[in-house]
């Protein structure tokens, strides 16, 4: 018995056929997988079953009824729900008000009823959450069961998660597969879209891959491998990327001390960090969303001011330093979002040139031809689907951060500061992007490597330290992280030694 059949799928944006004849079908009662680089089509598909985008062709059958799914209204009435990575939430409302929100009969919400039928719904789906609660209140995955209980609330039996796992601890992401286990035993029907091999090898029973719009096959996880899910995906074997053991270090590059900022909203966001990173090694910088990561790479860029501590690069003070003088002294930049880190509207040549545009002035008029002759030589040597001329706002998420890759790192910089390098990236060019890391470390830069995803700092860094709410609460070797320790350590729960101190 299927809950969802489509069939014949296509939908085209423009000349772009987004999906291609696409067959798809969820069982009751089962967690299938939805596998594919971006670009494939998951994204489109899934938006056309919950009433977003409306297909060109084919034919969506829900519970062996055809379904004319023409808005979210009429994917909910047939019992769809769906939650994305960017909840739809409001933070001021209690947990109760917002899953009851738009669900009432009146416009009046009565808070004592809404708690008690909330409270009524946890107990029934066995989601732990209270409805009391301010959603302001509640961590990303408190917020995450929220959005879950909402969709249940309204009757939902097939249930679509978009990269559910990209913001969670490890010990939430194993909180959240109990749940969808025991919903699933219920018989809720679930499709799970995840870029992460290992998490749709531990949840799902069948898994379908996309590839350029297509269908390549649907497997059961019992008669497939990782490697197997991967070349699928991308066409060809991947083998992830790890550190070499042996690799040598020279004498520490980059000094931060006692280093504290603010936000944007002038709270304070670090507190008295320090740090070392040494030549030909990656120091991994671990965290959850929102823990200061992001003013730490602002501060390293020249773009945020801190309020108090020292930033050293061997001789040169980068404390105050503008992104210039940043750049000029050796810091390659990794921003931490790509579209930040480029101009969308000027040529992929341009951009290519943007850091070091004085090198390309002859007799003080810039030079097109050598800005052009730059740019072929790095499409070519970091494979860079683009030519010169193209705007950048038209390249793929994997191909501007290949851009950004090459400006950055074709220079040999002594320092790299890589934040969020592959967030959003398939796995193709999650490969590509790490390997490239690696290659500088190899050579003997420094590498700080702020990342949320675990995975990528365990298979990267060596030596791992952890920041919670602006400090650094741990700091490990890669010999002795593993991910249990890193989850507790990124969740508030110090070491032993720093909690007695």
């Known amino acids: 018995m299927y809950a969802v059949q489509m069939r014949g799928i296509i939908k085209r944006f423009g000349p772009l056929v987004a999906n291609d004849q696409i067959d798809f079908n969820l069982e009751q009662g089962e967690?299938?997988?939805?596998?594919?680089?971006?670009?494939?089509?998951?994204?489109?598909?899934?938006?056309?079953?919950?009433?977003?985008?409306?297909?060109?062709?084919?034919?969506?059958?829900?519970?062996?009824?055809?379904?004319?799914?023409?808005?979210?209204?009429?994917?909910?009435?047939?019992?769809?729900?769906?939650?994305?990575?960017?909840?739809?939430?409001?933070?001021t409302l209690s947990v109760a008000e917002n899953i009851v929100l738009g669900y009432t009969d009146g416009f009046q919400v009565n808070p004592r009823i809404a708690q008690q039928r909330v409270a009524e719904a946890c107990t029934r789906f066995g989601i732990e959450v209270d409805p009391a609660a301010l959603v302001r209140h509640l961590s990303v995955g408190e917020r995450q069961r929220v959005e879950i209980l909402k969709a249940l609330y309204r009757d939902a039996r097939i249930l679509i998660l978009d990269e559910?796992?990209?913001?969670?601890?490890?010990?939430?992401?194993?909180?959240?597969?109990?749940?969808?286990?025991?919903?699933?035993?219920?018989?809720?029907?679930?499709?799970?879209?995840?870029?992460?091999?290992?998490?749709?090898?531990?949840?799902?029973?069948r898994i379908t891959v996309l590839r350029d719009g297509r269908v390549v096959g649907t497997v059961d996880k019992a008669a497939t491998s990782q490697a197997e899910l991967?070349?699928?995906?991308?066409?060809?074997?991947?083998?992830?990327?790890?550190?070499?053991?042996?690799?040598?270090?020279?004498?520490?590059?980059?000094?931060?001390?006692?280093?504290?900022?603010?936000?944007?909203?002038?709270?304070p966001a670090l507190r008295n960090v320090s740090l070392v990173v040494r030549e030909g090694e990656i120091l991994g910088v671990a965290g959850v969303s929102g823990n200061g990561q992001t003013e730490l790479s602002h501060v390293l860029a020249g773009t945020l001011k801190p309020t108090e501590g020292r930033v050293m690069m061997g001789d040169h003070d980068l404390t105050f330093a503008d992104p210039a003088n940043v750049s000029s002294a050796g810091v390659g930049r990794i921003p931490e979002d790509r579209h930040e880190g480029v101009i969308g509207e000027l040529s992929v040549a341009?951009?290519?040139?943007?850091?070091?545009?004085?090198?390309?002035?002859?007799?003080?008029?810039?030079?097109?031809?050598?800005?052009?002759?730059?740019?072929?030589?790095?499409?070519?040597?970091?494979?860079?689907?683009?030519?010169?001329?193209?705007?950048?706002?038209?390249?793929?998420?994997?191909?501007?951060?290949?851009?950004?890759?090459?400006?950055?790192?074709?220079?040999?910089?002594?320092?790299?500061?890589?934040?969020?390098?592959?967030?959003?990236?398939?796995?193709?060019?999650?490969?590509?992007?790490?390997?490239?890391?690696?290659?500088?470390?190899?050579?003997?830069?420094?590498?700080?490597?702020?990342?949320?995803?675990?995975?990528?700092?365990?298979?990267?860094?060596?030596?791992i330290a952890v920041i919670y709410e602006g400090r650094i609460?741990?700091?490990?070797?890669?010999?002795?992280?593993?991910?249990?320790?890193?989850?507790?350590?990124?969740?508030?729960?110090r070491e032993e030694a720093n909690a007695e101190s």
């Open 31 to 91: 967690i299938h997988a939805l596998l594919g680089e971006n670009g494939a089509g998951k994204t489109t598909l899934m938006r056309i079953l919950y009433g977003l985008y409306h297909a060109d062709e084919g034919e969506v059958v829900v519970n062996d009824q055809t379904a004319h799914v023409a808005s979210p209204k009429d994917a909910i009435r047939l019992g769809i729900g769906m939650v994305t990575q960017h909840f739809a939430l409001v933070p």
């Open 230 to 267: 991967a070349r699928m995906m991308v066409g060809r074997e991947t083998f992830g990327v790890t550190r070499q053991e042996d690799q040598s270090q020279g004498p520490t590059l980059l000094h931060i001390d006692n280093l504290s900022a603010l936000d944007e909203r002038g709270l």
């Open 350 to 463: 341009d951009n290519l040139a943007l850091e070091h545009l004085n090198q390309f002035i002859t007799a003080g008029m810039l030079d097109h031809r050598r800005i052009r002759k730059h740019a072929e030589k790095l499409i070519a040597e970091y494979q860079i689907k683009a030519s010169p001329a193209d705007r950048m706002r038209t390249l793929s998420g994997g191909n501007m951060q290949k851009v950004i890759l090459a400006r950055a790192l074709s220079r040999n910089p002594q320092l790299v500061v890589a934040s969020q390098p592959t967030r959003g990236l398939d796995v193709g060019a999650t490969e590509y992007v790490r390997t490239k890391l690696l290659e500088q470390r190899n050579r003997g830069a420094a590498v700080l490597l702020l990342s949320e995803d675990l995975d990528e700092i365990l298979a990267l860094s060596d030596r």
């Open 473 to 493: 609460v741990g700091l490990l070797s890669a010999e002795e992280a593993e991910e249990e320790k890193l989850g507790l350590l990124m969740s508030g729960a």
């Open 164 to 205: 559910p796992t990209a913001v969670l601890v490890p010990q939430e992401v194993d909180m959240l597969f109990g749940t969808l286990e025991r919903l699933r035993r219920g018989g809720l029907s679930v499709i799970f879209i995840s870029h992460k091999l290992y998490e749709v090898m531990a949840l799902c029973a």
